[in-house]
């Protein structure tokens, strides 16, 4: 109930996250000439009217209007129209300014945005309005859609993202060559619209949202051994790719480039994107290093790409830089993104941390909406202060999804919503850059001959092989780092790095740029030449997208990097019979019911059963035969032999412990405003690596422990209260983690044996040997403390239960939204009471609050607040997997009253 209700408001909210979208580029498609290149001639007289003398004549001479010797320059103003220049040197005379009345007036009437009229004819002018920017946006998702659906079911090893990159060219394309100049249609006047988007906005509106959602998710464990192989790629990596693909544009190119723009274009194609090739390694199981080293250096390189890119950019344009200002400006973009991230990340989490309430269904979309805000805020931010906007997002979205996850109401639902954005984000922008490249290249604007057509393809291996040399020029110091990386690990990073939307998006950034730093227009050959580099970098991407991307697969198997192992095939085998055999005995259960009578038992035989034995799909009529007579349906890999399958076995364990980890987190179990949740998982992530020394998990954690420990009693020189609270907080964290640990030791305990088998004896002890080191440690631990965190543990477990029961009333209808509104209300009385008496007992603890002072915590002295439906069956009330969580509730406890936690004294 809880979840189709959060859906339910989430809906209204992705709907104004859209609209706010929508709005911001509708905004960008009413924006001035300069910005666009697409605004009625007599709007810019508007815009003149509507600004005083000094910033009319700043803005005119940007747009390339008017030049100080009040020259006109760039697009011309209509003759009918007054020049700018005029007003602001005192040439205008009465009958110009009469001129101007009636040309605005008569301009007002019909506007051509769409950039098809003609000044000299104004009847043929098209009105276009600003809502038809949705046409191309909505149709653009519904497209998104079917691709998404037919690829899933028929195409599944072709990339999403390509086939949309291919779509946006040909609509493009198609829009240039088919569409009706004199009257345009609507679907047409909306591909325009966006066609001339400007490339900030672009950047501004889709990047904070696909950078948050990939950061969102980035395992810390992973980050911090692959950290200083992705900062190398990232920053070096990208300044020796932009000088080498710069120096070959600018020595080999057909076109004569500067040596600056060739640069700029160099860095604009260090930038990675490898969202096709990450899914690829998602779905075919390679290893999670590689995942990080791929997807890690894509989120660093993407802002110090942006960084060379602005430096370059802004030379080719005259400007001046020094030594001194170029390792300057790139400081304060790198480290001033980073640090001004890391506040925006506290920031938010504190804000989620403050919207964390179960009970208040309303929290999951006060904390979706605080992420998206600070996507953004954090994007805009940064730019505004000349730091980098991309670095700052995604150190935010790091510190939030590394922190903050532990107090997501909805953790589930959290992370869908962002996949969500990323994916309306990702359709969105992939079509649109193939969109903006097909037009340019359809249009003939950049008047290219043959062979300047066709160096796209010696761009492309120039391309490839400048990758290499970074990839491999880096790696022996990256074999060192970590974990270390393989040759072949090596190739497929050289293959994957695509490029993809951010380098479309400056590509088209520099390519829109018509005035220096001087504010002089740019003379025809450096426009067209910056044309033919945004046609280069479109073909480029086109190439990594269509070659690279559906090929990644191939090479990963080839390389052999995504090999199974026999045992792990063999244990998937396994499990399928036992899937089989438990699908076998729930058919004889629900044959059996009077509802079912007379289905066709043939046809489930054939469909279900007897494909489910594995004698069809494996053929292994012996394995099954000897599994049926050894009962290995019940532990799937006791099939397994002795050697080497213990690593597998103990992956799986701790597997199990970091899910119930999770579980405990979600219910509230854990300590949410606190590193437990860190430390645990740390923990397992640590003895993931392991695995073929043994079950090291506890080893970990208790060596945390103690270092944690031992920092704590340093501070006795600080004074003594300081001393006393932090070693309580300590002595306190410390009882909350080994119980926890416990809790999920023995939940996993179970599943082993389970799974496992009674004959793998090895892990088992493993797994006893490491429960009973954290009860001897807990044993010589204090007794005030311990019993604390297991008088917090159990509240929570308690209060987890009762909210759990309200919910499955509501759920079964046997109460009303009002009524559970009411239940709610109670138990979040009683637990804020319990709350408060937890507090006084742990003052208590450290001789702040007397004793006798302290009310006594017992269930005995409970009070009844409202007595729960009787009519509630013990089958609504599900169990809890948590070792921690109260047990299922009886029928008899269902009709029972509902006891909240309450101080004696009230």
């Not at 904390?367 to 600070?374: D, H, K, P, V, Y």
């Not at 120039?462 to 022996?476: E, L, S």
Request: proline share 3%; charged share 20%; net charge negative.
């Amino acid at each position: 109930m809880a979840t189709n209700l959060a859906l339910q408001r989430l809906t209204p909210l992705a709907a104004v996250l859209l609209c706010s979208v929508v709005s911001l580029s509708a905004g960008a498609f009413s924006m001035p000439e300069h910005c666009l290149g697409m605004s009625t001639k007599s709007e810019c007289v508007l815009w003149q009217k509507m600004l005083d003398g000094i910033e009319a004549n700043r803005m005119l001479k940007e747009m390339g209007y008017i030049h100080d010797d009040g020259e006109r320059r760039g697009r011309q103003l209509p003759e009918n129209e007054p020049s700018s220049a005029g007003n602001h040197s005192g040439g205008s005379s009465s009958s110009s300014s009469s001129s101007s009345s009636s040309s605005s007036s008569s301009s007002s009437s019909s506007s051509s945005e769409g950039g098809s009229a003609s000044g000299e004819d104004a009847s043929h002018e098209t009105h276009v309005h600003p809502h038809t920017a949705l046409l191309f946006m909505f149709s653009t998702v519904c497209f998104g859609c079917f691709i998404n659906w037919f690829l899933s079911r028929y195409m599944p090893s072709v990339p999403y993202t390509v086939v949309l990159y291919l779509l946006g060219m040909l609509m493009g394309a198609m829009e240039q060559v088919l569409k009706d100049k004199e009257n345009p249609a609507a679907f047409s006047q909306s591909i325009d619209m966006w066609i001339n988007i400007d490339p900030h906005m672009m950047l501004h509106a889709f990047l904070p949202a696909l950078l948050f959602g990939d950061s969102l998710s980035i395992n810390r464990h992973q980050l911090s051994k692959c950290l200083v192989s992705c900062t190398l790629l990232a920053t070096l990596g990208v300044l020796a790719g932009a000088f080498l693909t710069g120096a070959i544009m600018h020595s080999l190119s057909p076109k004569s480039l500067t040596f600056y723009e060739a640069c700029s274009a160099g860095s604009i194609l260090a930038a990675t994107d490898p969202v096709a090739v990450v899914a690829i390694l998602n779905s075919l199981g390679a290893s999670p290093k590689l995942n990080m080293l791929i997807s890690g250096e894509s989120l660093m390189n993407d802002g110090v790409a942006i960084v060379i890119y602005t430096v370059f950019q802004n030379l080719s344009l005259g400007q001046d830089y020094g030594a001194g200002d170029v390792i300057t400006y790139f400081l304060q973009l790198f480290l001033g993104g980073i640090g001004l991230g890391l506040g925006f990340g506290i920031v938010t989490y504190y804000a989620i941390m403050l919207a964390s309430n179960k009970m208040k269904h309303d929290d999951t979309l006060i904390q979706t909406g605080i992420m998206f805000a600070a996507a953004y805020l954090s994007f805009w931010v940064g730019e505004y202060l000349e730091v980098s906007g991309v670095l700052c997002t995604v150190v935010c979205s790091m510190v939030t999804g590394m922190y903050a996850q532990q107090m997501f109401v909805s953790r589930g639902l959290a992370l869908h919503v962002w996949h969500f954005a990323e994916f309306i984000g990702n359709t969105l922008l992939f079509v649109l850059a193939g969109t903006i490249i097909g037009a340019n290249f359809a249009s003939g604007d950049a008047h290219l001959r043959a062979m300047e057509v066709l160096w796209v393809a010696p761009l492309y291996l120039f391309g490839i092989v400048v990758r290499a040399v970074v990839v491999f020029g880096f790696f022996p110091c990256m074999a060192r780092l970590g974990d270390g990386l393989t040759w072949r690990e090596a190739s497929m990073m050289v293959w994957g790095g695509l490029r993809g939307a951010l380098g479309l998006a400056l590509a088209v950034d520099f390519a829109h740029t018509r005035t220096d730093k001087a504010g002089e227009a740019l003379d025809s050959d450096a426009i067209q030449r910056r044309k033919y580099i945004l046609f280069q970098i479109g073909m480029f991407t086109t190439l990594t997208l269509v070659v690279n991307a559906p090929t990644a697969g191939h090479l990963l198997r080839k390389l052999g990097i995504v090999r199974t192992t026999k045992a792990q095939d063999q244990m998937l085998r396994d499990h399928e019979m036992k899937l089989a055999s438990e699908s076998r005995k729930y058919y004889e259960r629900m044959a059996q019911i009077e509802n079912f009578e007379g289905h066709c038992k043939d046809d489930i035989e054939e469909y279900f059963l007897a494909a489910d034995d594995c004698k069809l799909h494996h053929g292994q009529e012996e394995d099954y035969q000897r599994a049926l007579s050894r009962n290995w349906l019940r532990h799937p890999t006791n099939m397994l032999s002795d050697g080497g399958e213990n690593s597998m076995r103990r992956g799986v364990v701790l597997r199990c412990m970091e899910a119930e980890y999770w579980k405990m987190a979600d219910r509230g179990l854990l300590p949410r405003d606190s590193e437990v949740l860190q430390d645990l998982t740390a923990a397992i992530d640590q003895a993931k690596d392991d695995v073929k020394l043994g079950l090291t998990d506890w080893k970990h954690l208790d060596d945390h422990l103690t270092f944690r420990a031992k920092c704590a009693a340093c501070t006795k020189y600080c004074g003594a209260t300081c001393f006393k609270y932090l070693m309580a907080e300590m002595e306190y964290l410390e009882a909350s983690e080994i119980l926890c640990y416990l809790h999920a030791a023995e939940a996993s305990r179970k599943q082993a044996k389970e799974h496992l088998g009674q004959g793998n004896t090895e892990v088992l002890e493993e797994l006893n040997e490491n429960i009973a080191s954290a009860r001897t440690r807990l044993a010589k631990m204090d007794g005030g403390q311990v019993s604390l965190a297991k008088t917090c543990q159990l509240s929570q477990a308690i209060l987890d239960f009762q909210r759990r029961m309200v919910e499955k009333w509501l759920e079964a209808g046997v109460l009303t939204a009002g009524e559970g509104h009411h239940m709610h209300e109670h138990i979040e009385a009683s637990a804020a009471r319990m709350h408060s008496c937890i507090w006084k007992r742990w003052n208590a603890l450290i001789g702040e609050v007397p004793s006798n002072q302290v009310v006594p915590i017992s269930l005995q002295q409970a009070t009844v607040q409202k007595p729960a439906p009787p009519t509630v069956s013990a089958s609504i009330i599900g169990q809890s997997p948590a070792v921690a969580v109260a047990p299922e509730a009886s029928e008899a406890e269902a009709s029972t009253p509902v006891l909240a936690l309450k101080p004696a004294s009230e």
